[in-house]
């Protein structure tokens, strides 16, 4: 069944990576890939184009279904091969609620890391100031609070959601595994580095893990004067 599937995906891209984590834990190993070069420019060529008119990673295939935004492809991964592999979506409502809730909000953090820790990168320089970025990291440190504060509630060694490892943490961990990355101090989302600490040895994880990740462990300092 994975052979009839077809990635395209840059190393680094949390939206590509939870793909690649929702693809390991319904164990479907063994799919095609291909690896592109964001800084090539690889995700805008024409192949990704005739099946993505975004020219966005991940681009997804399977057979003839073609599924492009992450959460889409994650979801449609749980509901085709449900029985397969991890459950990711429980049945409980109540459960399956603060799954959704987690997933919608992993958006904000990850926007928020992103305004702080590549403003340079989005922000051209003669737009850069410095009241701005002192705005978004006190943005992000509110975030960071939240997110601290869901897992104080849930309780020692919980998940995002819950006991359970579920598509919450499928879609989140990619983006928190950025903060220690980029050297974020550590006393700003203590609980969530407890979390990043208790999954970044997942088999899943570990088998999708960034490959410059392997290559140069740590990255930029971005996040150290959060």
């Not at 919608?104 to 990850?110: A, R, S």
Request: with cysteine; net charge neutral.
């Amino acid at each position: 069944m994975a052979q009839s599937m077809m990635l395209y995906w840059c190393s680094g891209s949390p939206p590509c990576w939870r793909v690649m984590i929702a693809l390991e834990e319904k164990m479907l190993q063994g799919y095609k890939h291909k690896h592109l070069s964001f800084e090539k420019n690889e995700h805008k060529c024409e192949e990704v184009k005739a099946l993505n008119p975004r020219a966005q990673v991940p681009t997804f295939k399977h057979g003839d279904i073609v599924v492009n935004e992450s959460f889409a492809a994650c979801l449609y991964l749980e509901s085709a091969f449900k029985s397969q592999g991890t459950r990711l979506i429980p049945d409980d409502l109540a459960e399956q609620a603060l799954v959704y809730q987690r997933m919608l909000e992993t958006n904000n953090l990850q926007q928020k890391m992103y305004d702080v820790a590549f403003y340079d990168y989005y922000v051209p320089e003669g737009e850069r100031h410095e009241s701005a970025l002192k705005r978004n990291k006190e943005s992000l440190v509110a975030e960071l609070k939240l997110w601290d504060g869901y897992l104080e509630k849930m309780g020692k060694a919980s998940y995002l959601a819950g006991k359970n490892f579920t598509m919450a943490d499928v879609v989140c961990f990619p983006v928190i595994a950025y903060f220690p990355r980029l050297h974020c101090p550590r006393e700003r989302c203590p609980r969530l580095m407890e979390y990043y600490e208790m999954l970044k040895d997942r088999p899943s994880i570990k088998a999708s893990w960034p490959l410059e990740w392997l290559e140069k462990p740590e990255g930029q300092d971005t996040l150290k004067n959060l």
